[in-house]
Every structure is written in structure tokens, then in C-alpha cells.
């Protein structure tokens, strides 16, 4: 295996030295003539291949870290390739009636792809998003509980009246005072409470992650405490909503988004599709046989 690495190893640095002269020329003919790097039985890597998968701006150390990794790689599946044409039997109409369907696969995804990036438009309006949201309600039933809130982890020793006092405030200044507590003396927290998210995950490495009846503490506490160790933990419920509800417009607003977008890639294939077909009824490009 040191054999190994060392004859890799000056590999690369005579594969290095190439790539620094082909920098220096205009030569560009020799890039596609190259230098081996590696042959397992007939199969060989060439420096050519190699630089063309390297990372841009990639510096010396790294590339030569690059290059080593790339050639026992390719050494490697060259070795299971050959050792699987020796040992695997298949039926070679069997084989090649699979390499046509995933050709035939490659080719049309390429050309779908293509086709509805020239024709896509992933401009949505929030009147689209609204109407989908309607039509399509029983799409978005909560699977988990979600909350608008604000949580502080804070020392016990700090006032803990004054900062529930400030959480539940809808007070600009005390939004601001809030703010400016945590910054400089809060352990962590969360202060988004116009903003819809999970509460399994607002909640999560915190005394409240072991509430046994979530749904019951939700309808029942606004605010509440929980002490750990040396630390407090306040949390301010502003809304709530608990599963099997449906999910409120923002807590789904991106994956409409994705929806629509999908809605609209599908129906550019579907318009293609017959707009090919139609052309080639016409000109008789196909027969069906009864």
C-alpha cells in the first residue's frame, strides 16, 4: 500500500508540473494528448481527464490530494467493472435492452429539461398562491403542532418578571428593550413571533421538549417557565395551531410555491407531448396497427 502511495504520489507531481507548463502555453494540443496516470488491463487515465474534474482555483496541496483521490478511485471501479464482466452472467439482449431504456430515458429528461427551461416561467403571484391555497385546503393538514412565539433561555438569576412582562408586550419599546436584553445577556433565543413554526423544534434540547400532553399546554399556557440547572427557560405562546388543523397560509406558503411550479413544468410536458403528437398525425409519421 506505501508502494502504492508513493508511485501515486510522484505522479502527481509530475501530473502538477504538467498542469503548470500547460498554464504557461498556448499549446493546448497537449492537454488532449496528456499523461497516463493509470491502466487497469486495457483502460487508461489520462491527466486530461483528471484536470478536467478538478475543482477551479483549486490550490497545489489540494490538488495533489485531488488527483490521488481520483486515481484510486477510478482504479478502483476499473477493478470491480472487470472483475463483474468476468463474473456476472447476463444476457447480452437482456443488457442492451436496458442500456437503450436508459438511453431513451437520458435523452428525453435532457430534452424536457431543456424545452421547459426555454419555456418556464417561475414568476407567482400572491393572488396564485391565494387560490391554490383554497382549491387545495385538505392538502394542508398540519401533521404537527405549530406556534407564534418567543423563547428566552436565560441565568436564573436574571428578572424574570420584567422579561415576561417585555414577551408578552406587543410594545415597540418593549420589543426593542427585549431585543436588547437578549443580545447582551440571553443564553439563546427566538424572538421571530410573526412567524409560524414547529413547536416540536422551537423546543427541541429544552425542559419543554418533555411536555406530555403538548396540545393540552398549548391551549392552556400563554406563558410559561421552566428552570434546568443553573438556567430558566420562558416561553410566550402568541397563536397556536395544533395538528390535524389546517395549516395557516404562511406555514405553507413555499411549498405552494413548489406546487405551482411543478403544476406548471408538468403541463409544459403535457402540452409538448401532444403538440408532437398532433404534428405527427398530420404528416403520418406513425402507424397503429389493429
Known amino acids: 500500500m506505501l508502494k502504492t502511495m508513493k508511485i501515486l504520489q510522484n505522479l502527481i507531481k509530475c501530473s502538477l508540473s504538467l498542469l ?24 487508461e487515465l489520462f491527466f486530461a481527464e483528471v484536470k478536467s474534474a478538478m475543482p477551479p482555483q483549486i490550490n ?18 476499473q477493478l470491480l467493472y472487470q472483475k463483474a464482466e468476468k463474473e456476472v452472467k447476463i444476457n447480452e439482449k437482456e443488457l442492451q435492452k436496458r442500456l437503450d431504456e436508459y438511453r431513451f430515458a437520458l435523452l428525453t429528461y435532457e430534452f424536457e429539461k431543456q424545452y421547459v427551461a426555454k419555456k418556464f416561467s417561475d414568476s407567482i403571484s400572491e393572488q396564485e398562491i391565494k387560490d391554490f391555497y383554497e382549491k387545495n385546503k385538505q392538502e394542508f393538514e398540519l401533521r ?7 423563547f428566552i433561555k436565560v441565568s436564573k438569576t436574571a428578572e424574570i418578571e420584567k422579561l415576561k412582562k417585555l414577551m408578552l408586550s406587543d410594545m415597540s419599546e418593549d420589543k426593542n428593550e427585549l431585543l436588547q436584553f437578549c443580545n447582551e445577556k440571553a443564553i439563546s433565543y427566538y424572538l421571530k413571533d410573526s412567524v409560524w413554526i414547529d413547536f416540536d423544534e422551537l423546543t427541541q434540547l429544552t425542559p419543554f421538549e418533555s411536555i406530555p400532553n403538548k396540545v393540552n399546554f398549548l391551549k392552556n399556557n400563554k406563558i410559561s417557565q421552566m428552570q434546568d440547572g443553573d438556567f430558566v427557560y ?13 395549516s395557516p397560509l404562511e406555514f405553507v406558503r413555499e411549498r405552494i410555491k413548489s406546487m405551482i411550479l411543478n403544476q406548471r413544468k408538468t403541463l409544459l410536458i403535457k402540452q409538448l407531448e401532444d403538440e408532437l403528437y398532433k404534428e405527427a398525425q398530420k404528416n403520418k409519421s406513425f402507424q397503429i396497427f389493429k
Open 234 to 246: 420562558i416561553l410566550a405562546i402568541k397563536d397556536y395551531k395544533i395538528s390535524e388543523q389546517i
Open 60 to 77: 497545489s496541496q489540494d490538488s495533489a490530494e485531488f488527483v490521488t483521490r481520483y486515481v484510486e478511485n477510478w482504479i478502483r471501479k
Open 20 to 43: 503548470l507548463a500547460l498554464a504557461c502555453s498556448e499549446k493546448k494540443d497537449l492537454l488532449s494528448q496528456g499523461k497516463k496516470l493509470a491502466q487497469v488491463g486495457k483502460q
Open 144 to 150: 404537527q403542532n405549530i406556534v407564534k412565539a418567543i
